[in-house]
């Protein structure tokens, strides 16, 4: 059986999505690439916007998602702390 994902790798996978779609990605193309339900992504999302990890930016052609700076820093930080738990194998 799979293992879950716990709620920082979640957090992480979304943000990952998202830039990876060169920081700008319409809401249904996220979801479906976050490989989730459609409610508990909106509450992740809605916890990301709340912590000011993603920006929507609507314009004419929709909204699209953006990651903040603070998202590409908690990218960047997930990332020492992943190494960090794998070198000394917790």
């Given at each position: 059986?799979?293992?879950?994902?716990?709620?920082?790798?979640?957090?992480?996978?979304?943000?990952?999505v998202?830039?990876?779609?060169?920081?700008?990605?319409?809401?249904?193309?996220?979801?479906?690439?976050?490989?989730?339900?459609?409610?508990r992504?909106?509450e992740?999302?809605?916890?990301l916007?709340e912590?000011?990890?993603?920006?929507?930016?609507?314009?004419?052609?929709?909204?699209?998602?953006?990651?903040?700076?603070?998202?590409?820093?908690?990218?960047?930080?997930?990332?020492?702390?992943k190494?960090?738990?794998?070198?000394?194998?917790?």
């Amino acid at each position: 059986m799979a293992k879950k994902r716990e709620r920082l790798e979640v957090i992480r996978d979304i943000l990952i999505v998202v830039r990876d779609a060169n920081n700008s990605i319409k809401p249904t193309p996220l979801l479906r690439k976050s490989n989730m339900s459609t409610k508990r992504f909106n509450e992740y999302f809605k916890e990301l916007q709340e912590k000011e990890f993603v920006k929507e930016i609507i314009t004419k052609k929709g909204k699209t998602i953006s990651l903040t700076d603070k998202g590409f820093q908690y990218l960047d930080r997930y990332t020492i702390i992943k190494q960090f738990v794998e070198e000394f194998e917790l």
